[in-house]
Every structure is written in C-alpha cells, then in structure tokens.
C-alpha cells in the first residue's frame, strides 16, 4: 500500500511539474545587440493546440528598468482549419509588471513560434519561463528554447502583441499623488474630486475645453445690451461684472475654466455691441459737426461779404 501511495505521489508531482515550465531559457549579452532578442521555442505553430502563459523576468541593466513581462496568445483559424495558411495568433496580449516594456511581437518561423523582443539595449539579462494546462500541450514543446541576437524574419502571421494592464483599487504615486478606485487622478494630493485635481503649477501648449451655449446669441436679432449707465451703477455696488463671480467667491470655490472662458466671450461680445452703438453715435456727432462747420463758414463768408458791402457804402458816401 505504501508503495503504491508513493507511485500516485510521483505520478501528481510529475504531473504538476509537466503543467510549469521553469527557466527554459536564460538570456544574458554582455553587449549590445544587433538586431534585437529572438526566443525560438519548440511550440508549434498549430491551431487549437496551445495556450501558454510565458513570462520573462529579469534585469534592463542598460536603463536601470526591472524586467517583469507576462504574455499569452492562443493560435485559432481563419477558413478550413486543416489549412495552415488559416492559423493566426487569436487573442495575444502582455502585461508588464516592471519598468521595461518594449516593443514584443509574436511569429511563426518554419512552422514554430518565435517571440520577438524588439529591444537593442546593452548588458540585458532574463530568464523564460512557461505554464501549459488543458489543451495539447506536450512537455518535449517545452525544451530545446534558445535565445539569439537574429533578425525576424519576414512573416505574414507577424503580429505586435498589445499592452493590457489593469489596476484595482488605489494606485499611489509618487510625492504625493494618487489614481483612485473611482478614475480620479490627483497630482500633489490624495483627495482629488475630480477626474484629475493638481495641487500645483501646470504647463501645457494647449488646454481644449469643450462647453455648450457659446454665446453667439448676443449677435441675434432682439438681443439687448446693458446700457453703460446701468453697467456703471452695478459695478458701483458690487464691484465686478454682471454674472461674473466674486473676488471671494473665486477664492472660496475656484474658477470653472470652461464656464469663466464662456462668460468672457458673452462680455467681449457685448462690449463689442456697445463699442458699434458708440461708434454709430460718434459718426452721427462728426456728421452734424461736419454740418456745423460748413454753416458756420457759410455765416462767416456771409458777414465777410456784407462787412465789405458797409466799407464800400461809407466810402460813396
């Protein structure tokens, strides 16, 4: 009975040991590479055969970055599913838990699957392990893995596998700040209320703020402006625009970008309003200026006719 207890015991730890896969390949080059990082693998480029969970872990010694990148794929077809043509990487997809995400592409090299590590960084070092379970998968697939510094070759069943990284929960970041579980993003605080609250200074080349209601209105028909006499009687008691917040109350509550950008192009609009009224009023004052003029010489040159009439009177006299 013993050794039968111990014939189940060897028969689950090979099983379990057939299912994990590590260290198939350690990768170190103490120089710079000159085409990047191919890993051939004896994993065949064959449909609905596989479905590996292969990570790479390691040392970017070139840029100081943890190596730590999870991949995995499934190969399905397109068409007649004994067609090899038809195969294709169905579903890839890596994650990375260090620093060092580079460019990874998935392809198939004389019916094998080759991943690609497009990187040329000095002094890089890893270690490649695999996990298989519950389809095809066959322990002899997970030997013989070599990793060379070699081109990839030209392959229409080339792919880039994507990033997907996913958090949950609070991510704290560094001096201060915080992406919490609700999407908000805080730079300089951990209490943000918004999508993104910065406790500091922020550059940018360009802010788009998107707002409804622009206020073209002020231009149609009907609209009326304040007069400046009522303008003026306002700001005298309350010492700013009409429908424009408060010293205090920007103090208190801050300014809503989107809404203080619309209230300025409403007063712009209007000012401009009232610049065209007076500039009406100022053509209408220079044309009867105008007008004065022209009757004021005509008096003049009347008076100057009838002085020299009377000299001429008094000189027959």
């Given at each position: 009975?013993k050794?039968l207890?111990?014939?189940?015991?060897?028969?689950?730890?090979?099983?379990?040991?057939?299912?994990?896969y590590p260290?198939?390949?350690?990768?170190?080059?103490?120089?710079?590479?000159?085409?990047?990082i191919?890993?051939?693998?004896?994993?065949?480029f064959?449909?609905?055969?596989?479905?590996?969970?292969?990570?790479?872990k390691?040392?970017?010694?070139?840029?100081?970055?943890?190596?730590?990148l999870?991949?995995a794929?499934?190969?399905?077809?397109?068409?007649?599913?004994?067609d090899?043509n038809?195969?294709?990487?169905?579903?890839?997809?890596?994650?990375s838990?260090?620093?060092?995400?580079?460019?990874?592409?998935?392809?198939?090299?004389?019916?094998?699957?080759v991943i690609?590590?497009?990187?040329?960084?000095?002094y890089?070092?890893?270690?490649v392990?695999?996990?298989?379970?519950g389809?095809?998968?066959t322990?002899?697939?997970?030997?013989g893995w070599?990793?060379?510094?070699?081109a990839l070759?030209?392959s229409?069943?080339?792919i880039?596998?994507?990033?997907?990284?996913?958090?949950?929960?609070?991510?704290?970041?560094?001096?201060?700040?915080?992406?919490?579980?609700?999407?908000?993003?805080g730079?300089?605080?951990?209490?943000?209320?918004?999508?993104?609250?910065?406790?500091?200074?922020?550059?940018?080349?360009?802010?788009?703020v998107?707002?409804?209601?622009?206020?073209?209105?002020?231009?149609a028909d009907?609209?009326?402006?304040?007069?400046?006499e009522?303008l003026?009687?306002?700001?005298k008691a309350?010492?700013?625009?009409?429908e424009m917040p408060?010293a205090k109350?920007?103090e208190?509550?801050g300014?809503?970008?989107?809404e203080?950008v619309?209230?300025?192009?409403?007063k712009?609009?209007?000012?401009?309003?009232?610049?065209?009224?007076?500039?009406?009023?100022?053509?209408?004052?220079?044309?009867?200026?105008?007008?004065l003029?022209?009757?004021?010489?005509?008096?003049?040159?009347?008076e100057e006719?009838?002085?020299?009439?009377?000299?001429?009177m008094?000189?027959?006299?």
């Amino acid at each position: 009975m013993k050794y039968l207890y111990l014939i189940i015991a060897l028969f689950f730890i090979n099983t379990v040991h057939a299912q994990n896969y590590p260290n198939l390949v350690n990768y170190n080059f103490n120089d710079t590479p000159t085409h990047g990082i191919k890993i051939i693998t004896n994993l065949p480029f064959l449909t609905s055969s596989q479905m590996p969970t292969i990570s790479i872990k390691g040392y970017d010694f070139a840029n100081s970055q943890v190596i730590d990148l999870t991949l995995a794929y499934y190969i399905y077809f397109s068409g007649a599913s004994n067609d090899p043509n038809n195969f294709y990487f169905h579903s890839a997809t890596i994650a990375s838990s260090g620093s060092y995400t580079p460019r990874v592409l998935l392809s198939n090299e004389s019916g094998r699957v080759v991943i690609f590590i497009d990187d040329k960084s000095y002094y890089n070092r890893f270690t490649v392990s695999a996990y298989a379970q519950g389809i095809l998968e066959t322990s002899a697939w997970f030997q013989g893995w070599v990793a060379i510094d070699e081109a990839l070759a030209t392959s229409n069943k080339t792919i880039e596998i994507p990033y997907k990284n996913k958090f949950k929960g609070n991510v704290m970041m560094p001096e201060n700040g915080i992406w919490n579980a609700q999407g908000n993003v805080g730079i300089g605080t951990t209490t943000p209320n918004e999508k993104l609250s910065v406790n500091g200074k922020i550059r940018a080349k360009e802010i788009k703020v998107e707002t409804a209601n622009w206020p073209d209105y002020v231009f149609a028909d009907g609209y009326k402006v304040e007069k400046l006499e009522e303008l003026e009687r306002y700001i005298k008691a309350n010492k700013h625009l009409p429908e424009m917040p408060s010293a205090k109350e920007v103090e208190a509550n801050g300014v809503e970008l989107g809404e203080m950008v619309k209230l300025q192009q409403k007063k712009i609009e209007e000012l401009t309003l009232l610049l065209i009224e007076q500039n009406k009023q100022l053509q209408d004052l220079a044309e009867k200026n105008k007008e004065l003029v022209v009757e004021k010489t005509k008096n003049l040159q009347q008076e100057e006719r009838i002085a020299k009439l009377e000299a001429f009177m008094k000189i027959k006299k």
